[in-house]
């Protein structure tokens, strides 16, 4: 899948630097143990700014999707039909990204899914596959 790349900032620079060692990692407060995204200085639950980098098991499942049918961006026109979903990762958060490897009528709510690493570019980003025994055949 083409995809277009990420804007990185000093606050997201740890996340996409973990991505290209094949990593998903996101901030926890160490006060209240809130694990977050998008990334920030404080923690969103207890306003702490006592918070680390932890890293995830990178399995999930698909909380909401869509799926493109029509490119809005002509950078991925080739990509057409191509699935965005809301992952709910075991750990909590909830992340936006792409299901590969699935047809997208084989794709459902609740589907476990893991994380899976672009090839593409010099940036990796974290997409994910269907795993287990919960995929519809
Ligand atoms: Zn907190």
Redesign the pocket.
């Known amino acids: 899948m083409i995809h277009i790349p990420p804007k990185i900032s000093c606050d997201t620079a740890p996340f996409w630097a973990a991505c290209n060692e094949r990593t998903l990692q996101l901030r926890q407060?160490e006060?209240?143990?809130?694990i977050y995204w998008p990334a920030a200085p404080f923690?969103p639950?207890?306003?702490?700014a006592n918070v680390k980098w932890q890293k995830l098991t990178g399995e999930g499942t698909v909380f909401s999707y869509v799926v493109f049918r029509q490119a809005f961006d002509a950078r991925l026109q080739e990509a057409i039909p191509y699935v965005v979903a809301v992952i709910r990762l075991r750990e909590g958060p909830k992340i936006v990204s792409n299901i590969l490897c699935c047809p997208p009528e084989k794709i459902f709510i609740d589907m476990p899914v893991r994380v899976a690493w672009s090839e593409e570019g010099i940036q990796r980003v974290p997409q994910f596959v269907p795993c287990g025994t919960g995929a519809k055949a």
């Open positions: 407060c006060a209240c143990g809130h923690c639950a207890c306003a702490s």
